[in-house]
């Protein structure tokens, strides 16, 4: 208050006392409270006993007596009335004077300028929190979005994958049905071949995938016909069954060994058969081979004969070979065709089969000739035949020579 | 006669964790989703019956500092013990709790002290992470989850601490 009028300091002092809400308490040095005053209701300090300790009745001063020195400042301390004070502890005389300054004021506006800074700071955490988590929630949704970018790509060359092995798999049937197709034309032209050929003729044609072999054609054969004797004379006797039953084992004895020797069967007529060698497929030795398989039909139909005379079967075989050209090929039309021959040799085979007593072999002298090493045969003479112009040398085979 | 004492606790922690909350859940019994902000200090007092004897917590609520600096130490002397508070929510108040930890050990050495995570009321928002306060706890720290909105926690954190400052 130095240099002030002693008047203005005193209505200074009066005015802070008033609007500062000053207040006071004495202590002394046991702090015990020995005096107090001022506007002490402000802050709520009422009932207060002197005589008694300071802090158990202002609890606000626990931990702050003594003060580590005077003067001792404390700023701002809002007490249970709700106003804020400034604390001064000032040392006179041995007596600690606390004096208390109302700051409600200077608090309430240092709490709004405070409140919207910490507003503010709030305010930016929680943006930067929601940033962060939007972030992550971002950072999550990408990762989901690339999961399933993956998951579809796969999805993609899965289903790429499954088409390319449908399409490999459509393949793979055409392919096989081609085959099926193919093998089944192999199966039906083998069915229609195997009548005709020997079965390895048979698939020796089908393999070679010509069957212009097939066609019309002039060809030097070996033709073998027989028949059976007195087979009409026994069909005319016998029960058609028993006529069926000596048939089929007549055939079924007949027909491998044309196979073995891989000769053509014309077709059966009856108890007769016609077969040729070197058609359709080439053969070396075709009289030779001829004149094999009519030895070999021979003793088959013998062994059948023992068992035909024990049922009293008369029943004889006659066989007659000959040599040369005829015109062979498919007869017949669409669904009924027949591989045979046309030519005199035909006819030649055929007359000598006829003329052949039970048991004989007849062959013309070119087969002899070309047998000759191989076979014992017989001449039998000059024959004339129906149908033929000139006489034919006739021998009869009497058996294989011995290798 | 039950003998009665009294113990100053200063309640620390960065601004807006609840400490002011805390003292009027513990005090008063109630709770105000108004946040007003605490300037210098404010004095509360409460009475606990420990059954040997009678505590009065004087809870010195300070003013929330994230500036560790520009807290008034003096606020401090003669503290009994401290509660440390955070906002779980807000990891960052977890680390200003630890630094005021250090400064008060450094200032007044180790006092009894009690470290409460709030707003335990708000875990879908929870940010603090277990395996940081499990650690803490193994190195002897004492942690509490509370929520001065429900109350959980609160009673008994404040009660323990008396225990430990009153023996």
């Known amino acids: 208050m130095e240099g002030l009028p002693a008047t203005v300091a005193e209505q200074l002092q009066a005015f802070t006392y008033s609007e500062r809400a000053v207040a006071y308490l004495q202590l002394d040095a046991a702090l015990t409270l020995v005096g107090a005053g001022g506007h002490l209701d402000a802050y709520g300090l009422t009932d207060l006993r002197l005589g008694e300790p300071a802090a158990e009745q202002a609890f606000f001063l626990e931990g702050l007596l003594p003060p580590v020195g005077t003067p001792y400042f404390v700023p701002s301390m809002e007490l249970a009335s709700g106003r804020a004070a400034d604390l001064h502890f000032l040392l006179h005389d041995d007596t600690l004077w606390v004096v208390l300054l109302d700051v409600s004021a200077e608090r309430d506006a240092a709490r709004r300028m405070q409140q919207k800074a910490y507003d503010m700071t709030l305010a930016q955490e929680r943006e930067a929190q929601l940033n962060r988590q939007l972030s992550a929630s971002n950072a999550a949704l990408l990762a989901t979005q690339r999961e399933l970018e993956a998951s579809r790509e796969a999805l993609v060359r899965a289903h790429d994958q499954v088409q390319a092995q449908a399409a490999e798999l459509a393949v793979w049937n055409k392919t096989l049905e081609e085959r099926v197709a193919a093998q089944l034309v192999e199966i039906e032209q083998m069915a229609r071949l195997k009548r005709f050929f020997a079965p390895t003729l048979a698939e020796l044609i089908v393999s070679s995938g010509n069957e212009r072999i097939l066609e019309s054609h002039r060809r030097d054969i070996a033709v073998l016909f027989c028949d059976l004797r007195g087979f009409t004379a026994f069909a005319e006797r016998a029960e ?37 060698f070197n058609d359709p497929l080439p053969c070396p030795n075709p009289a030779e081979r001829a004149v094999s398989l009519a030895v070999a039909m021979r003793s088959a139909v013998a062994a059948l004969a023992q068992t035909w005379r024990r049922r009293d079967y008369q029943v004889g075989f006659g066989i007659g070979v000959a040599q040369g050209f005829a015109t062979l090929g498919q007869i017949g039309f669409e669904g009924r065709f027949d591989y045979s021959a046309i030519g005199t040799v035909i006819n030649t085979a055929a007359r000598l089969c006829e003329a052949a007593k039970d048991g004989q072999i007849l062959i013309t002298s070119r087969i002899a000739a070309a047998v000759a090493e191989v076979a014992d045969v017989r001449e039998i003479g000059q024959l004339t035949f129906k149908g033929l112009s000139r006489s034919l040398a006739v021998c009869n085979v009497e058996a294989l020579k011995v290798a | 006669m039950t003998a009665t004492l009294q113990k100053k606790i200063c309640m620390l922690g960065g601004f807006s964790v609840g400490k002011t909350s805390l003292v009027k859940r513990y005090v008063q019994s109630v709770f105000s989703e108004t946040y007003l902000t605490t300037v210098g200090v404010k004095i509360d007092k409460k009475t606990v019956d420990l059954s040997d004897r009678i505590v009065n917590l004087i809870l010195w609520d300070l003013a929330g500092e994230d500036d560790i600096a520009s807290l008034r130490m003096s606020y401090l002397r003669g503290s009994a ?25 450094v200032d007044f050495g180790p006092l009894p002290f009690v470290l409460l995570l709030n707003k335990n009321d708000l875990r879908e928002q929870w940010a603090v992470g277990e395996e940081e306060v499990e650690d803490l706890r193994r190195s002897g720290w004492w942690v509490q989850p509370t929520s001065a909105r429900t109350g959980e926690g609160v009673e008994d954190a404040f009660r323990a601490l008396a225990v430990r400052v009153a023996h």
């Open chain 2, 81 to 105: 013990g401290y509660v440390l508070v955070a906002d779980g929510t807000r990891p960052s108040t977890l680390e200003v709790a630890l630094s005021l930890r250090r400064r008060v050990e």
């Open chain 1, 240 to 276: 058609p069954e028993e006529v069926m039953a000596l048939l089929h084992d007549y055939h079924a004895a007949l027909v491998p060994l044309i196979q073995t020797f891989e000769g053509t069967l014309d077709r059966f007529v009856g108890d007769g058969l016609i077969v040729y």
